[in-house]
């Protein structure tokens, strides 16, 4: 398969999408809400199984790699949104036949939307029987984006204001927006995901 190059990444996922029937799922690292808009508007309406795997780690957020408002847009426009948190990779896959994997984030520089990005490469391959083996493996790994994320034996004691600290000495102060976007509906003082804590409003 030839290699892709920036922009010709966006307009092979393009000639994809035309010809998606089923299902399109977007694994990448980083992701826009403005991207996955666009994909919805080319993407047929009879494609009903639509994945948005992303890392979602608290300080992609803060700093504006990955949006905030991607959780309810995914929730209201029927996107399964999932995470985990060392996720690298960045591909997209049709029908779970073809796929597109390289080094594009589904962000506007990642895809050079509008012609202008990051220099970025990619190629296409038709999946086989080991690729979904691959593929399932990594959705089982995955932790869905909901308030079901919140089980009694995540519950972890963190007095209000302090720098988190976790098994992998991830630190950082957390704005406690994310929490009331993400899992509206907790009512616990914090919840433990992984290796990040998110601290809920109710704390405060």
């Known amino acids: 398969m030839p290699i892709l190059i920036s922009h010709s990444i966006l307009e092979n996922i393009n000639k994809e999408i035309d010809s998606c029937t089923d299902s399109f799922y977007v694994i990448s690292a980083f992701c826009k809400e403005t991207l996955i808009k666009y994909f919805d508007s080319k993407l047929s309406e009879q494609v009903k199984d639509k994945k948005l795997i992303v890392r979602m780690r608290p300080d992609d957020i803060l700093s504006g790699a990955t949006d905030l408002s991607l959780y309810p ?28 994997i390289g080094s594009a984030n589904a962000t506007g520089n990642g895809l050079s939307v509008g012609g202008v990005g990051n220099y970025e490469m990619a190629t296409t391959c038709n999946i086989v029987p080991e690729d979904r083996r691959a593929i399932n493996n990594l959705f089982a790994s995955l932790l869905l ?13 963190v007095p209000p204001g302090n720098i988190i600290t976790t098994s992998a000495s991830y630190k950082i102060s957390l704005n406690l927006l994310i929490v009331s976007e993400i ?19 109710a704390f405060w």
């Open 183 to 201: 899992f509206p509906n907790l009512v616990i003082s914090c919840l433990y995901v992984n290796e990040c804590v998110f601290i809920d409003q």
């Open 145 to 157: 984006i909901s308030s079901k994320c919140a089980k009694n034996s995540d519950i972890v004691p």
């Open 73 to 100: 847009y995914c929730k209201e426009h029927g996107w399964q949104m999932l995470f985990r948190l060392d996720l690298h990779a960045k591909t997209y896959v049709f029908d779970d036949m073809r796929c597109i």
